[in-house]
């Protein structure tokens, strides 16, 4: 005679094969090496394209909305394509892409504008800290694609905005770690404005991909002004 199930049991069944569908659920996501198309920036040399990839794949591996293919996997594939940098995308080698690899979607991220603002005003400076009067701020920008792997067309793109400063960003609100080249610059402007990046990417993507609906009403809205600033900046005769 069979036994039943117990109800706990039950429950882990239960449980194991919700988590199982969930996770089939989720968009498969490969983080390509960001590129930067701005001269002269003091923090970027040739491993931060790396390091800003590892660390939006952590912060988009922390959503649990995602299934992330680790770069260990997904970087030997994108160097044999020339794929390893953004835009270089075509249905071919992206179809080999998410084959070899399992990606459905290949993100890329390229930094496109970045500024600093410095102002002392008052305060009381000791030993290069400067206390009270004092508000450093930073600006940055990235155009992001997201690739479908499956028929190599742009499936998302978006310039995405973030600024950081003193008083800005809520630094609490990175769920990643910092490592490699940019871990000298974590409490800096440039720093912070990294994070909100990322943050602001990673938001950008669970809401574009996974949420939906009303969600992009307030991304629809941040591109309208983006947009709005770019022409009351251009002055024309």
Known sequence: MRKSLQPSMLA???FTL????????????????FDNHVGGLYWWNS???HDLSDMLTNELAATNAFTIVERANLEPVLREQDLAQAGRVDPGTAAQVGELTGAQYLVQGTVSAYEEAKSTGGGIGFRGIRVGGRKDEAYIAVDLRVVDTTSGQVAYTRTVEARAGGRGFDVGAYRGGWSGNLSQYEATPAGK???????EITDYLECAMVVQGTCMAEYDAKEDRRREGLRDAVKLD
């Open 12 to 14: 882990l069944f239960a």
């Open 18 to 33: 919700s988590a199982a569908l969930g996770a089939q659920d989720r968009p498969t996501l490969g983080v390509a090496e």
């Open 47 to 49: 491993g931060v394209g």
């Open 193 to 199: 404005a990294i994070r909100a990046i990322l943050v």
